[in-house]
């Protein structure tokens, strides 16, 4: 086989995927501004100088590829750039070596790697297009992106009580690992910035120090160790998600390593809980000290047709992550939420009988809510919601799958039901942890796989989403 150098196959990659691109572009609609052809270069270029994005930090850049929709410049590529390109284009990734960079039309950049970017265009292009460029990038040195550290800063952008003792706390960040749903950030609740008293003098927990306790500071209840919280959501600033989700197809919005970027976390306050009292202290602009994401998230892949997903009072914040990357996916989702009484759903509940959540229905899903008590959607469990559902919907043939985050007790039900129903289950085991990464072993649960002896694991690790047929509920 002959070799060609780097530099020939670097051109010829980027001439192989721009035609892909374009070729998803008119698929969708869009009508590209630029290609790869010679000749669409060069009124690419003279295009582009004049369909500037002010905003935007790399104007001065010529993208390889522009698409427009009526005359609005809807998103610009910059297919596999040199990595002087993409220090130039920003600072915050010059550890990328090759990748796809994209900005959206708020200016927010993102990085797709280009062997997600290849398994996505599986559905719109052939076998030997995506053969030949397969071929090519084996010819370039490297075409990963070394990753960025799992410890960062973020600063928060709001911190709002939505519902009493309930909490959406928004931290924007720059460029870190890209999440899946059902990952977690082990947040470090720091109680220190809002309280300059002599009790916290020798804890300091912000400024880069490992905090350290000293004589009745260890009988008193400090949240000394990290606390794990689901995420909610992840995607560019908010300030700027004017994205081309509405425009461009959501279905590509899940490829995105968006350069800055915001996650959600949704949680509740404990009353007795050192860890959620100092996290609902934080404001706008303070800094917050995250390591993250951590754990094995839900598995979407391969993707089911139906997807039902069932919440457990304050388990149910990770769905709507899940919710969200499912519809991007074209499965067709159903949720179910349940908690003890109204006050412990954490979403805002609207309409008459206190089962309508806004939050979700901007997705175009309609959850049910059930409360024990009665006091919110239909009473009794969430599980018998569930139940009712699959009487009337299950078929021997159906390709539904369960997705499930809430109490154990919720959660052993589930594993009844879906054996029932003979359905795949996944749910996200919260179990209290201390490290988060596999280091202390305070996690473990019991597992059995199918001919395989039984097994402690941790769920830091492992999970926290496990088959629910492995696990052992009752060991
Ligand atoms: C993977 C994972 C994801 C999580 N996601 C979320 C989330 O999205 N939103 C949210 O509000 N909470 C979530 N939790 C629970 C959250 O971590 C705890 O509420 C938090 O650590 C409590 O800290 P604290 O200092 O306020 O209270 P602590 O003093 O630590 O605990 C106060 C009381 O709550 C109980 N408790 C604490 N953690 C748990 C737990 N995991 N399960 C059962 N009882 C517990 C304690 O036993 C104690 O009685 C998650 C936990 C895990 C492991
Ligand atoms: S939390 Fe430390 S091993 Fe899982």
């Given at each position: ?9 670097r ?23 630029s ?5 669409s270069?060069?009124r690419?270029?003279?295009?582009s ?7 935007a ?7 390889d ?16 750039p040199e990595?002087a390109t993409?220090r ?34 599986s559905?719109?292009?052939?076998a ?12 370039i040195?490297s075409v ?26 928004c ?7 890209k999440p ?47 606390r794990?919280?689901s ?11 004017r ?34 009292t ?5 404001k ?7 390591v993250g ?5 839900f ?13 457990g009072?304050?388990g ?9 990357e ?5 499965v ?5 939420l349940?908690?003890?009484?109204a ?17 979700f229905e ?9 409360t ?30 369960i997705f ?23 749910a996200l ?6 490290c ?6 305070s ?10 002896k039984a ?21």
């Open positions: 086989m002959t070799r060609v150098s780097v530099s020939a196959a051109e010829q990659v980027r001439f192989a995927l721009t035609e892909l691109v374009s070729f998803y572009a008119r698929e969708k609609g869009f009508r590209p501004l290609g790869a052809s010679g000749k270069k060069r690419a270029s003279r295009l100088a004049r369909t500037r994005i002010p905003h930090k790399t104007a001065a850049f010529e993208p590829l522009i698409w427009l929709d009526g005359k609005r410049v809807v998103w610009k590529f910059y297919v596999f990595r993409l130039r284009l920003n600072r915050n990734i010059d550890f990328a070596v090759h990748a796809i960079v994209c900005e959206d039309s708020a200016g927010n950049l993102g990085i797709i790697e280009p062997s997600q970017f290849l398994s996505h265009m559905a719109v292009s052939s030997a297009e995506q053969e030949k460029v397969r071929s090519l990038t084996r010819d040195a990963s992106i070394p990753y960025p550290d799992f410890h960062f800063k973020g600063t928060v952008r709001k911190n709002s009580e939505f519902v009493k003792d309930h909490f959406s706390l931290i924007q960040t720059g460029f870190v690992h899946a749903p059902g990952q977690f950030l082990q947040v470090l609740c720091d109680p220190g910035p809002h309280d300059e008293s002599t009790r916290y003098r020798s804890h300091r927990y912000s400024d880069g120090r490992w905090p350290t306790l000293r004589g009745i500071e260890l009988l008193d209840k400090r949240p000394f160790l990290r794990p919280f995420i909610a959501s992840y995607g560019p600033p908010h300030s700027t998600r994205t081309g989700d509405a425009h461009f197809g959501a279905e590509w919005m899940h490829l995105i390593h968006w350069v800055q970027s915001e996650f959600e976390i949704i949680y509740r306050r404990l009353p007795e809980g050192p860890g959620t100092a996290l609902a202290r934080d706008a602009g303070d800094t917050i000290d995250i994401p951590l754990g094995r998230g598995t979407i892949s391969p993707l089911p047709k139906v997807a039902l997903l069932v919440g009072g304050i149910s914040p990770p769905l709507v992550f899940l919710a969200n499912l519809l991007r996916n074209g067709e989702a159903h949720v179910f349940g908690a003890v009484t006050s412990k759903i954490p979403f805002r509940l609207t309409g008459e009988a206190g089962n309508r959540i806004a939050r901007r997705m175009g899903i309609s959850p049910v809510v059930s024990d008590d009665g006091s919110a959607g239909r009473r009794g469990l969430v599980t018998e919601a569930l139940v009712e559902y699959l009487e009337k919907e299950w078929g021997p043939s159906s390709a539904i799958k499930a985050c809430g109490p154990r007790p919720m959660l052993a039900a589930l594993d009844g039901i879906a054996g029932r129903y003979k359905l795949p289950c996944e085991l919260e179990e209290r942890m201390a988060g990464f596999g280091a202390c072993i996690c473990v649960c019991a597992v059995k796989e199918p001919g395989q097994r402690f694991t941790r769920i830091c690790t492992e999970g926290p989403a496990f088959d629910v047929a492995t696990v052992m509920w009752h060991a």
